[in-house]
């Protein structure tokens, strides 16, 4: 058994003469839980749909366990759990219509776990959907795919119109289910503490491209925000190894690095005869001065 979840091998994807996914490779080991961010507009939710096998790529191959998202068996789809960025469709019906319909199409469907998440988001599954809250939709879609136990499990903004109280418990559902089994979890979000607290790999995507695939404890230790400050005119030429965002205000320099090792302070005030501070960045501001407005210049 291969070590892959799945992979995109340099795919593109048109709409016309739009090149929405320009060469886009990313590769998801088993068992990883990963945040897919990136701006509106960037290609996640288009990413996400050919890996489910809803549009197919206009060029490049993507393989979900091992297998074309095209012509996946019915055994193979019953390993993959599923939430659209649209929800949950049939809005007349009630998630007692819905748990009725999936429950026998998926051996490994989990009763327990459906009344936990139907008590836990307090939904009246008598209730017809459009009857319920945007919310409350949100999580009967997070209950159809989480039941079933999926090997793979993948969501596109799970976590919209959800309250965060609700939204904690969706993360903690999450948790639970790659702690106790191995599962893998791919999950697009604007919010990126949850990335935070849920990810353990993040993947960046810029206009259709990969900017960035790495374990986010290692991002956290190799990205650091440097404070310079000099005792008169900042050189023009500030030229600064791993930099990916450079501001300047004054005296003063704000420069994100990506590649930071202990010691890079003394190195850079020896050579640039300013005085040196490094910060911790979370994640939003490593994601703003990846991808914001003015960043990267490296």
């Not at 058994?1 to 016309?16: E, I, L, P, Q, T």
């Not at 017809?128 to 919310?135: D, I, Q």
């Not at 956290?220 to 501001?247: N, Q, T, Y």
Request: charged share 25%; glycine share 10%; with cysteine.
């Amino acid at each position: 058994m291969s070590d892959v979840a799945f992979r995109f091998d340099n795919v593109v994807k048109r709409f016309g003469k739009t090149e929405v996914l320009r060469g886009f490779s990313l590769s998801v080991p088993r068992g990883s839980v990963v945040g897919f961010v990136g701006r509106n507009g960037a290609g996640k939710t288009t990413a996400i749909r050919c890996l489910m096998g809803l549009q197919k790529p206009t060029e490049g191959r993507v393989e979900l366990l091992g297998c074309d998202p095209w012509d996946l068996d019915v055994p193979t789809k019953r390993r993959i759990g599923y939430l659209s960025e649209t929800g949950v469709p049939f809005p007349w019906a009630t998630a007692d219509d819905l748990t009725g319909l999936c429950a026998p199409l998926y051996p490994d469907w989990d009763a327990g776990l459906e009344r936990n998440l139907l008590e836990r988001f307090q939904i009246d599954r008598r209730k017809k959907l459009r009857a319920l809250s945007l919310g409350q939709q949100r999580a009967v879609g997070l209950m159809l795919a989480l039941c079933p136990r999926p090997e793979v499990l993948v969501l596109d903004e799970p976590a919209a119109n959800l309250d965060a109280v609700v939204r904690r418990g969706f993360l903690e559902q999450v948790l639970a289910l790659v702690a106790k089994e191995g599962r893998t979890v791919f999950f697009s979000s604007h919010i990126l503490s949850d990335v935070e607290r849920v990810a353990d790999r993040l993947a960046v995507i810029h206009e259709g491209r990969l900017l960035m695939d790495r374990p986010t404890d290692t991002l956290k230790e190799s990205v650091r925000r440097l404070r310079l400050v000099f005792l008169g005119e900042p050189p023009e030429d500030l030229a600064i190894p791993g930099a990916v965002r450079l501001r300047r205000a004054g005296r003063e320099v704000l420069v994100t690095v990506d590649g930071y090792a202990p010691g890079m302070e003394d190195a850079l005030a020896r050579s640039t005869g300013a005085q040196v501070q490094a910060q911790a960045v979370g994640l939003e501001e490593m994601f703003i001065d990846l991808v914001g407005d003015g960043g990267r210049v490296s």
